[in-house]
Nanobody, 123 residues
Framework: VQLQACGGGLVQAGGSLRLSCLAS????????MGWFRQAPGKEREFVAA????????DYTNSAKGRFTISRDNAKNTLYLQMSSLKPEDTAVYYCAADRDTYIFRAANRYHYWGQGTEVTVSS
């Protein structure tokens, strides 16, 4: 099983980034997928999640209206479009896969994790 996240980088406040997560080794379309992030010195936190067919999404309050999670099951790829970025969005972003049908925000519900991609937002 592999989850390869990419798309992070350095961006100025107010800018945008699109993260991608390519999945392999499992049946991507049967998993709920999520994005988490971990800032230096802080715990990993939930950012967004999407159900198997993309019909339902969930966002942490700070991401609502600025981030959009989506998936392409034909390409085994998860996305996170981030706009209006703020310095407090600076973190390593991780994609994760959950076998459950429903969306859960707890990190320990997720079965597979990617290696993370770093996002730095300068003020």
């Amino acid at each position: 099983v592999q989850l390869q996240a990419c798309g992070g980088g350095l961006v100025q406040a107010g800018g945008s980034l699109r993260l991608s997560c390519l999945a392999s080794g499992f049946t991507f379309s049967t998993y709920t997928m999520g994005w988490f992030r971990q800032a230096p010195g802080k715990e990993r936190e939930f950012v967004a999640a999407i159900t198997r067919n993309g019909g339902f999404t969930d966002y942490t309050n700070s991401a609502k209206g600025r981030f959009t999670i989506s998936r392409d099951n034909a390409k085994n790829t998860l996305y996170l479009q981030m706009s209006s970025l703020k310095p407090e969005d600076t973190a390593v972003y991780y994609c994760a896969a959950d076998r459950d049908t429903y969306i859960f925000r707890a990190a320990n519900r997720y079965h597979y994790w990617g290696q993370g991609t770093e996002v730095t937002v300068s003020s």
